[in-house]
Nanobody, 115 residues
Framework: QVQLVESGGGLVQPGGSLRLSCAAS????????MGWYRQAPGNQRELVASMTNSGTTYYTDAVKGRITIITDNAKNTVYLQMNILKPEDTAVYSCHGAIDALRYWGQGTQVTVSE
């Protein structure tokens, strides 16, 4: 059983930056897939960014060029570097990991982009 714990959320002004962290209790190098999802009130959860163990990355169109997923296998941590934040980025961001048929979720961290 792997536990994922997110941190780094908060309130930021439009145009600002945040870096979210997802610390895993086990090795993330064994994960076939690591990703960040977000869910805003009234919306479905969406995949924001992901990385496979082969290094393939994915970004949803709305965040391309502004958000980067970074993995640090030595620290068993996955980061989401978010720049040029917009009000529409406001959501609860959750970390997700998958290995074979096993799925792991963090508890989520709130990101609010507002004046």
């Amino acid at each position: 059983q792997v536990q994922l714990v997110e941190s780094g959320g908060g309130l930021v002004q439009p145009g600002g930056s945040l870096r979210l962290s997802c610390a895993a209790s086990g090795s993330i190098s064994t994960m076939g897939f690591m990703g960040w999802y977000r869910q805003a009130p009234g919306n479905q959860r969406e995949l924001v960014a992901s990385m496979t163990n082969s290094g393939t990355t994915y970004y949803t169109d709305a965040v391309k060029g502004r958000i980067t997923i970074i993995t640090d296998n030595a620290k068993n941590t996955v980061y989401l570097q978010m720049n040029i934040l917009k009000p529409e980025d406001t959501a609860v961001y959750s970390c997700h990991g998958a290995i074979d048929a096993l799925r792991y979720w963090g508890q989520g961290t709130q990101v609010t982009v507002s004046e």
